[in-house]
T-cell receptor
Framework: NAGVTQTPKFQVLKTGQSMTLQCAQDMNHNSMYWYRQDPGMGLRLIYYSASEGTTDKGEVPNGYNVSRLNKREFSLRLESAAPSQTSVYFCASSGDRVGYTFGSGTRLTVV | GEDVEQSLFLSVREGDSSVINCTYT??????LYWYKQEPGAGLQLLTY?????DMKQDQRLTVLLNKKDKHLSLRIADTQTGDSAIYFCAESKDSSASKIIFGSGTRLSIRP
């Protein structure tokens, strides 16, 4: 089915470990986004990519890096994970139609 | 700056109407959205309204927009157990959705 695919769905990291969250969309969307969702705080934008080859910081970029590998893929990297990065991470994409299409999320726990 | 606010919880009886409210601060918002998040899933676009409209109806859903007060509401008629979810209000300045600002979400629970 067409949509946004995120991997992995769950991950536990130790403090200081690194990992990359993967996101791919097959809808030929230009724009892609990474959000984190924390209880009572809604979704906060980490980074976004308005088009292939460009990335921009969102509201909470510290501790993260991103790569827009091609039009389909937008990855999020945690270089040195911290407990404050325990969260649910959502990737989304947008094209010509109104609104975003979201992936199902990655639940990350940093211990 | 831009801000979208909504209450965190709402409990309604099955069969009643649910009304979820939202306020936003950016008067230049062009699109206002309601997203639904079911447990363990991502957000799904439920409905949206243009800022030049004051009402939009889609089956059991009615969206009301008071642009003067920057107030948006979502009414769900005949609320069912399948409506249990978190509902996010959101706004953006254009249809390409380059930056959608989300509220903190309202958790709707249904009691028998």
């Amino acid at each position: 089915n067409a949509g946004v695919t995120q991997t992995p769905k769950f991950q536990v990291l130790k403090t200081g470990q690194s990992m990359t969250l993967q996101c791919a969309q097959d809808m030929n969307h230009n724009s892609m986004y990474w959000y984190r969702q924390d209880p009572g705080m809604g979704l906060r934008l980490i980074y976004y990519s308005a088009s292939e080859g460009t990335t921009d910081k969102g509201e909470v970029p510290n501790g993260y890096n991103v790569s827009r590998l091609n039009k389909r893929e937008f990855s999020l990297r945690l270089e040195s994970a911290a407990p404050s990065q325990t969260s649910v991470y959502f990737c989304a994409s947008s094209g010509d139609r109104v609104g975003y299409t979201f992936g199902s999320g990655t639940r990350l726990t940093v211990v | 700056g831009e801000d979208v606010e909504q209450s965190l919880f709402l409990s309604v009886r099955e069969g009643d109407s649910s009304v979820i409210n939202c306020t936003y601060t950016d008067s230049s918002s062009t699109y206002l959205y309601w997203y639904k998040q079911e447990p363990g899933a991502g957000l799904q676009l439920l409905t949206y309204i243009f800022s030049n409209m004051d009402m939009k109806q889609d089956q059991r859903l009615t969206v009301l927009l008071n642009k003067k007060d920057k107030h948006l509401s979502l009414r769900i008629a005949d609320t069912q157990t399948g409506d249990s979810a978190i509902y996010f209000c959101a706004e953006s300045k254009d249809s390409s959705a380059s930056k959608i600002i989300f509220g903190s979400g309202t958790r709707l629970s249904i009691r028998p």
